[in-house]
């Protein structure tokens, strides 16, 4: 993981990454203001990046709860949260050890947009163990992944996997297969709803 860790340090300092848009997705939009959408409450935001969708979150009434490992990353956040005048937390800290960073719950909603599908299969336990305790019976999961293996030792977010880890504390709602963005790579992209069991 020190390596993933200093990909993406170098990732924020050097340059824009390109999965940091600064653009909420629409399936967290229509999660949060689309028709059965819940009331704001406590989110989560796993991988949260620079903080847009914490702070999309925190505009739209939830007191939201970012944590990503580049710290240069979560400064950004703070200065983005600053900038639109709303209350976020950050925390500078790996994803995989929620309760070591004071990570507490219940928590109604938890995004992770892009980070599931990095973690390597040996520190998956430790994510979702830290997700379950994070959240109580009828939360929301909003999780998005590349089905295909991502990284060094992490093998992406095929459905499989998901329930492999997950299952066990949430059931999959629905599944939404994404466009490739990249033709002839196959990265198999996908959204999953899940709930709190």
């Known amino acids: 993981m020190a390596w993933q860790r200093l990909f993406y340090s170098a990732m924020y300092r050097w340059g824009r990454p390109r999965w940091d848009t600064g653009i909420t997705p629409p399936e967290l939009v229509a ?18 990046g620079t903080g847009t969708n914490a702070v999309y979150l925190a505009r739209h009434g939830w007191e939201a709860t970012g944590v990503d490992f580049v710290p240069r990353a979560i400064s950004r956040a703070r200065r983005r ?9 950050f925390l500078a800290g790996d994803v995989t050890r929620l309760p070591e960073l004071g990570v507490t719950g219940p928590f109604d909603l938890v995004v992770d947009i892009g980070c599931f599908h ?9 994510y979702a163990s830290g997700v379950a305790s994070a959240t109580a019976p009828g939360a929301k999961m909003l999780l998005f992944g590349f089905g295909r ?8 977010a095929p459905e499989e996997e998901v329930r492999r880890w997950l299952g066990g504390w949430f059931e999959i709602v629905e599944v939404l297969r994404g466009e490739e963005d990249h033709p002839g790579e196959a990265r198999l992209p996908a959204w999953y709803r899940l709930a709190r069991r």
Do not use: S
């Open 118 to 126: 990095g973690i390597p299969a040996a520190r998956r336990g430790g």
């Open 81 to 89: 949260a600053e900038a639109a005048g709303v209350t976020a937390r």
């Open 149 to 156: 293996p991502f990284t060094r030792g992490a093998p992406g």
């Open 31 to 48: 999660a949060v203001e689309g028709a059965g959408a819940p009331p704001p409450g406590r989110a989560l935001d796993l991988g949260c």
